[in-house]
């Protein structure tokens, strides 16, 4: 076993601005010989050299150590570790494969060690972690690693979001003058550019990832004098700062924003190496002050005020297209519900301005027009509003507004501010251009439409493409018209909605393209559509074929089967329903896979199925069942004990009929043919001669090889139904669901990237295919013991009990007038707001704010309550009747 393990170390240098780099080092459960003593202060179970070298490029492919000479990047570092009886202790990770056990008592010694120095480290940390997803289990990364990778994908983020500034660094220098001078000590400084994280994002992630560090990433040391751990906050600090620098210092720029930028702090931020102007000290020293006020006021605006700034985008009317308004107005920051426009606050009288503006903190004015002054430096159109005395707003033009959309509003929103832009441009409310595919299930002239359960997968589908935004039909005059509109916000239909004028345009082809077609395909090739499908889709299916698709998504759609007359026995509730899903999808003509938990009954829904299809009709060919030897003889006593009827012939051992002849004859004799793995190999050409009525194939994962020659010769049986049985479906990697270009197209974009678009594509395939319960589930298992039910009650913040009379306030008015229907109407949509609040005002306020555990006692209790679970070893279950809070409580635990 290998563990490779990784730390950042900085430079040991007398430069100010200090560099550092990654190293990584391979752990080994094979200590070194007699050549390489632990007396020599050389840790006896890591790799060193040449076998490092060798390791990286086998197994991390990794081509740097042979590329040139060795010394280039492999070095010698020393790691502060726990030392018992002389030697280093292993690491957690691979305790559990050498006979050793954790020392009670140690000390902390330096250790000699080879490295490798990793370049890019982003992207190579995320590869490393990516590879170790998909590795064989002969090696692992080490909490060390892992910690970096998971804390370089954060800063990744930050980065990506531009929330560093350029900066000044002082150093202050202390020269002594010569002996026999009388002069005093002459004091001078020091300043360097530089590059600064600035953000209430960088903040958190530092304190929250200080907190998660594991000891072993401050043990790095260029030389084992003078050893000592650093600090785990200045080491993370120091390497954020490092990697923004190389990131920003390696980012290529044209020559005319060399010139844009010449002479400026910014010219020796991205270029820190080229030598700086001559400047007189007191200039440079009143630039650095200059610079502290510019980054104080950066600052300022959110930390002394007691308000949040916010601003709202007012779409334009349909008659002035040009007149979107930007409203200004303050969110408190002890309670984010309560807010103040400024419209209306500068309309009150003196007097009543003093009463509005105390829960705003004090010196009101003062801070607004400061942070007014400190927003307008990042969006400059807000000088338009303070044009007045008494700013409230400004004007955009359509083409501000969608600049401000497209740019302004979040860079706002990441520096702290509360930006509310119109519901149509948030993901869940923005009308999207489309091509929409009607189907319908083609019926013979005077014939009555067929049912669901007469589908097949030759079954004919009437189908029309038709142009759709945002779910309506358009003409193709209306979709014309909209590629030739000039501006990129339109207003169709009563709603201002974005137009991409190149993507309108390439679907319009396509639709044009699709008119002279015969408007008829299969089942079958309407469901490779709509699993090939873009975003660029979407459907409307009749009735009946909606029907069809809904059920191969939702397993709970089936009725259970009646059970089978000839069964010695009774199925249970979701074995029947399990009949019943693979009944449904063979008439189709679709292959399942059931993926049952182990001990939940497959072979037994297998049989059943058998038994079930001999009911309903003669003359069915044999199956033929592939598993594992060792289960074979489970097989066969299960078809004996419940359905002894069924002829079964098992094709196994040295007596085994041979002659392709009398093979045929016997088989025909039979209902079921029992095999091994090994045995569909060695007489694949025997086997591959019958007609099979089914081929079932369990302990499925045993042909997730495509190579292996097994599993070549299994997929040339001949059948029109195939079935899987697994317990375990993905067994070790997303590789075991291969096909042809797997890797490319699933594997890598979810492992390595994330890409979740590409796991719900993935979803989308393999749900309707795959059957799998579990038996912890009570609706598989019910004779578990009964629900014990415990009441926790939650008192409310300030701020939910504020939300809370506001709202009962309000709906008592409405009540005194509504009458009959809407009088309950209002009640029921009352009662769902007040549980919104009770939940955690940002669900009821909808405006994206921070979902903490201060804001609601009963997240905080919940959280009190997991703690407990995790801390006894137990897992838990969360349950909600709402579905945005359920994704607000996954990132809430995750973080």
């Known amino acids: 076993m290998h563990v490779i393990h990784g730390t950042w170390i900085p430079d040991d240098t007398n430069e100010f601005i200090e560099s550092g780099s990654f190293y990584l080092w391979v752990e080994t459960d094979t200590p070194a010989g007699t050549s390489r003593r632990s007396a020599d202060g050389v840790h006896p179970r890591h790799l060193a050299h040449t076998a490092l070298a060798t390791f990286l490029m086998e197994k991390l492919g990794l081509q740097e150590p042979v590329s040139g000479a060795l010394a280039r990047t492999l070095y010698i570092k020393y790691f502060l570790l726990p030392t018992a009886a002389g030697k280093p202790s292993p690491s957690f990770e691979l305790l559990r494969y050498v006979d050793e056990e954790e020392p009670l008592e140690f000390d902390l010694a330096p250790w000699q060690v080879y490295c490798y120095q990793v370049p890019d480290i982003i992207t190579a940390l995320n590869d490393i972690h990516f590879i170790a997803l998909n590795a064989a289990e002969d090696f692992q990364l080490g909490a060390d690693l892992l910690f970096w990778h998971q804390y370089s994908q954060a800063l990744k983020s930050i980065i990506a979001k531009d929330q560093y500034i350029p900066a000044l660094k002082y150093r202050a220098i202390s020269s002594t003058p010569p002996k026999g001078k009388r002069a005093k000590n002459i004091s001078s400084f020091e300043l360097h550019p530089a590059w600064e994280l600035l953000s209430d994002t960088y903040e958190t992630a530092i304190q929250r990832y200080v907190a998660a560090m594991p000891g072993v990433c401050t043990a790095g040391l260029n030389s084992p004098d003078g050893a000592a751990l ?184 990441d520096a702290g501010y509360t930006v509310i832009v119109p519901a149509w441009w948030t993901p869940e ?51 014309q018209q909209l590629v030739n509109a000039k501006t990129p916000l339109v207003q169709f239909r009563g709603q201002w909605m974005e137009l991409d004028r190149d993507k309108m345009q390439q679907l319009l082809q396509f639709w044009q393209t699709h008119q002279d077609e015969v408007p008829e395909i299969t089942l079958l090739e309407l469901l490779k559509i709509g699993t090939e499908a873009e975003d660029d889709l979407e459907w409307d299916h009749d009735q009946n074929l909606q029907d069809m698709l809904s059920r191969l998504h939702d397993k709970n759609a089936f009725a259970p089967i009646e059970n089978p007359l000839a069964l010695q026995g009774t199925l249970r509730d979701y074995q029947k329903r399990g009949v019943a899903w693979l009944q449904y999808l063979e008439n189709l003509g679709l292959n399942p896979c059931l993926a049952d938990d182990m001990g939940l009954g497959k072979t037994l829904e297998v049989i059943a199925r058998l038994l079930k299809e001999r009911e309903e009709a003669d003359g069915v060919r044999p199956t033929l069942v592939i598993a594992p030897t060792s289960v074979l003889g489970n097989w066969r006593k299960e078809i004996e004990r419940f359905a002894p009827q069924l002829r079964t012939l098992v094709h196994q051992g040295s007596t085994r009929l041979k002659d392709r002849q009398i093979f045929a004859e016997t088989y025909q004799t039979h209902d079921v043919v029992l095999t091994s793995f090994a045995l569909a190999r060695l007489d694949e050409k025997l086997l591959q001669s019958m007609e099979w009525h089914r081929v079932v194939v369990d302990e499925a994962q045993n042909i997730k090889n495509p190579q292996a020659a097994q599993t070549r010769a299994i997929l040339k049986l001949a059948a029109p ?77 300030p701020e939910q009990a504020s939300l809370y009379e506001a709202v009962v306030k309000d709906v008592t008015e409405q009540l005194n007038e509504a009458e009959g229907i809407q009088r309950k109407g209002l009640i029921l949509s009352t009662l769902l707001r007040l549980k919104q609040i009770c939940n955690h005002p940002a669900q009821f306020l909808q405006d994206g704010s921070a979902f903490t555990a201060e804001r609601s006692h009963k997240l905080q209790r919940l959280g009190e309550m997991l703690e407990e679970v995790i801390d006894s070893g137990e897992s838990a279950l969360i349950f909600t009747q709402f579905t945005e809070i359920g994704g607000s409580l996954e990132r809430y635990l995750e973080h």
């Open 429 to 479: 409310g923005r009308r999207r251009t489309k091509v929409r595919l009607k189907t319908a299930l083609r019926s013979p002239k005077g014939a009555a439409a067929a049912g669901p359960g007469y589908f097949s997968l030759n079954t004919i589908i009437a189908y029309e493409y038709q142009l759709s935004v945002g779910g309506q039909v358009v003409t193709e005059e209306e979709w």
């Open 721 to 797: 139904h195939r079935l899987a049985l697994t317990g375990t479906p993905v067994e070790n990697r997303l590789r075991d669901l291969w096909s042809i270009q797997f890797r490319k197209t699933f594997e890598v974009p979810i492992n390595k990237d994330n890409n979740m678009a590409k796991s719900a594509t993935l979803k989308k395939l393999v749900e309707p295919f795959i059957l799998r319960r579990v038996k912890t589930d009570k609706r598989i298992i019910d004779d578990l013991p009964d629900k014990i039910e415990q009441k926790m009650y939650c008192t409310l913040t």
């Open 230 to 413: 650093f600090g785990k906050e200045s080491l993370l600090r120091h390497f954020s700062e490092c990697l923004l620098h190389n990131v920003v210092t390696g980012t290529p720029f044209t020559a005319k924003f060399d010139q844009q930028i010449a002479g400026t702090l910014l010219y020796g931020c991205v270029y820190p190496y080229r030598p700086a102007p001559p400047q007189a000290s007191a200039d440079a020293l009143e630039d650095y002050k200059h610079w502290l006020a510019w980054r104080a006021n950066l600052t300022r605006a959110h930390t002394e005020a007691g308000f949040t700034l916010c601003f709202r985008l007012e779409e334009a009317p349909s008659t002035d297209v040009d007149n979107w308004q930007l409203h200004f107005f303050v969110a408190a920051r002890h309670d984010p519900s309560l807010k103040l426009s400024l419209d209306v606050y500068w309309h009150l009288k003196p007097k009543d301005r003093i009463e509005a503006a105390r829960p705003f903190g004090r010196d009101f004015e003062k801070n607004l027009l400061l942070a007014l002054g400190y927003a307008a430096r990042i969006y400059p159109t807000v000088w338009d509003g303070m044009a007045t005395d008494h700013p409230t707003g400004c004007r955009l033009t359509l083409e501000e507004a969608f600049a401000f959309l497209k740019e302004s509003a979040w860079v706002l929103g």
